[in-house]
């Protein structure tokens, strides 16, 4: 069994690119191709956002759905 926000980003066609978005607004490096090129801040920048990114689906599943 899937815990809500799991599902809704399993059927949420209109889901973000946080990886690119963060490279877009020069938060993370432009030249990173995965997160593995990312230096420990940035990627603790972005688990924080794509956290925060998943949190917010205990808010808006209905939306989802």
Same mark, same amino acid.
């Given at each position: 069994?899937?815990?809500?926000?799991?599902?809704?980003?399993?059927?949420?066609? *209109?889901?973000?690119?946080?990886?690119?978005?963060?490279? *877009?607004?020069?938060?993370?490096?432009?030249?990173?191709?995965?997160?593995?090129?990312?230096?420990?801040?940035?990627?603790?920048?972005?688990?924080?956002?794509?956290?925060?990114?998943?949190?917010?689906?205990?808010?808006?599943?209905? *939306?989802?759905?």
């Amino acid at each position: 069994m899937y815990e809500i926000r799991e599902f809704c980003d399993r059927i949420n066609d *209109d889901k973000p690119n946080i990886f690119k978005d963060m490279q *877009d607004r020069d938060f993370i490096n432009s030249n990173a191709e995965t997160i593995d090129d990312l230096n420990e801040a940035e990627r603790k920048a972005y688990e924080r956002e794509v956290s925060h990114y998943y949190n917010n689906y205990l808010k808006t599943w209905k *939306d989802v759905i």
